[in-house]
């Protein structure tokens, strides 16, 4: 079976893939070079492979230890987040950072060294990774931990895969008294009310987020909804609540997402949404899209791109409203764009993109060159202001781009596996 980015861009070629069942058994015999892949939930070419082979690690899906005392876990790589909160919630643990779906593996998840909401109190995933062991092409098997190997931890924690393969990690929890979380959302009418509201919530929230409308223009540039939340303290009066899962069922040949559907939809969620505190469930808080598997199908055939910059703090108020004003004049643009900003914390990883600033990402249908020519204006504005693109999210950054804003990315190649590469890889290094 083929596998695919979560943006399904067409791909002509696809790798040979093999799925690995064994942890201790070695590297497969297959064409190279290699590449791990977990769930593909990575957006562009970073979890592709097309001149060699794929080795898909869904089936190393074992737990190896769990202290419920402690919230430290041991697993497979090929182990979801999903099947981690499953084990752990009612245990009272929780993912000490989560990014926005269940549906990707721990190995994934380090080799992106994803973010969350609480990146300004947690850091990034990579932050919480005690220990992992990596199996290089050499047949070596190598524990990294801070005391031993902590450079080539420090290239494999957002290392992109390229380090050779993740075959288990130990990660820290944290500590819930429920599954719930309380929510506090307040509606904005425009971009510069999100800035001042973030900076406030910010002290004393461990969650932030805000859901803006990027098509809004003028006087409501930038509206939004800002939620902020916390793991719930409370034992008692807890609602009920059960997961009602749906799915996209065919593959509409063109995509359902157009200018009018998108101006509707955004414009209806903004003024549906109530200012407010309330106790929501943990899925519903930090998953809203796993309510809807493959929602990646209403794209059409085409496929999507998502274009997630980070701007620095000095340059993060001015260069998001050039950045929507662009978007805006394109008539291109996405359901709502998600706004977050970082906190200070070093990068655990040589490669990790999370740093002090804001975040913006956005999903935009695939318009081929039309859709390509806004990317290269919203770069010049990234690029200017110093800012990064997301390498998870990425299928289309210019090679100069990527080594300007990851500079540590000769020191890395160091590190880097000979016999593993990505399209990825290839690309940003042509
Ligand atoms: C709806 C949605 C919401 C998202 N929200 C966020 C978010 O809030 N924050 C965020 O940071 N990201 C977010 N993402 C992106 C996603 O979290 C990352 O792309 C994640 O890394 C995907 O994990 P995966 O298991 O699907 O890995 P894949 O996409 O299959 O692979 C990702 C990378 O990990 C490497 N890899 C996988 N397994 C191993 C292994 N065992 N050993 C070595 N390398 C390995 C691959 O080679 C590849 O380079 C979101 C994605 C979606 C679809």
């Known amino acids: 079976m083929a596998l695919h980015a979560w943006g399904r861009l067409p791909n002509p070629h696809n790798a040979n893939t093999v799925r690995l069942h064994d942890r201790h058994a070695d590297l497969p015999n297959v064409t190279l070079p290699w590449l791990a892949h977990g769930c593909g939930r990575s957006y562009g070419d970073v979890c592709l492979n097309r001149r060699g082979s794929l080795l898909h690690t869904i089936n190393l899906d074992h737990f190896i230890d769990f202290n419920p005392a402690t919230g430290i876990l041991r697993a497979e790589a090929g182990v979801t987040l999903r099947a981690i909160l499953a084990l752990v919630v009612p245990h009272g643990w929780f993912l000490a950072v989560t990014p926005g779906t269940r549906d990707v593996t721990l190995g994934g998840a380090i080799a992106n060294d994803v973010h969350g909401k609480n990146h300004h109190v947690a850091g990034s995933f990579g932050h919480h990774v005690r220990q992992l062991e990596i199996l290089r092409s050499t047949g070596e098997r190598l524990r990294c931990h801070a005391q031993q190997h902590a450079e080539l931890l420090r290239a494999t924690i957002g290392g992109l895969g390229l380090t050779g393969l993740i075959t288990w990690a130990e990660i820290a929890l944290i500590p819930i008294a429920n599954p719930f979380m309380t929510v506090e959302t307040t509606r904005f009418g425009h971009i510069d009310n999100f800035w001042a509201l973030n900076a406030q919530a910010e002290t004393c929230w461990p969650y932030t987020v805000a859901w803006i409308d990027c098509l809004a223009q003028g006087k409501r540039q930038g509206r939004g909804v800002f939620m902020t939340a916390a793991h719930a303290a409370t034992q008692e009066n807890l609602p009920d609540w059960r997961?009602?899962?749906?799915?996209?069922?065919?593959?509409?040949?063109?995509?359902?997402?157009?200018?009018?559907?998108?101006?509707?939809?955004?414009?209806?969620?903004?003024?549906?949404?109530?200012?407010?505190?309330?106790?929501?469930?943990?899925?519903?808080?930090?998953?809203?899209?796993?309510?809807?598997?493959?929602?990646?199908?209403?794209?059409?055939?085409?496929?999507?791109?998502?274009?997630?910059?980070?701007l620095p703090p000095d340059a993060m108020c001015a260069g998001t409203t050039s950045l929507l004003?662009?978007?805006?004049?394109?008539?291109?643009?996405?359901?709502?764009?998600?706004?977050?900003?970082?906190?200070?914390?070093?990068?655990?990883?040589?490669?990790?993109?999370?740093?002090?600033?804001?975040?913006?990402?956005?999903?935009?249908?695939?318009?081929?060159?039309r859709t390509l020519a806004l990317f290269t204006e919203l770069d010049a504005i990234v690029r200017d202001a110093g800012g990064a693109i997301y390498p998870a999210k990425d299928a289309r950054m210019p090679a100069s781009l990527f080594k300007s804003a990851f500079p540590q990315w000769e020191t890395f190649s160091q590190w880097m596996d000979p016999a593993f590469s990505s399209d990825f890889w290839l690309r940003v290094n042509s």
Not at 272 to 297: C, E, M
Not at 351 to 360: E, Y
């Open 243 to 310: 997961e009602k899962p749906r799915n996209i069922p065919f593959d509409p040949p063109v995509s359902l997402v157009n200018s009018l559907s998108l101006r509707t939809f955004n414009a209806l969620y903004w003024h549906k949404a109530r200012s407010g505190t309330s106790l929501q469930h943990h899925v519903p808080y930090f998953y809203p899209l796993d309510a809807i598997s493959r929602w990646n199908r209403i794209y059409g055939s085409a496929g999507f791109y998502q274009y997630q910059c980070v």
């Open 325 to 369: 004003n662009r978007i805006a004049r394109s008539g291109q643009g996405s359901f709502l764009a998600v706004l977050k900003t970082f906190g200070n914390h070093p990068p655990p990883g040589m490669l990790s993109f999370p740093r002090p600033g804001a975040t913006l990402a956005l999903d935009f249908p695939n318009h081929g060159q």
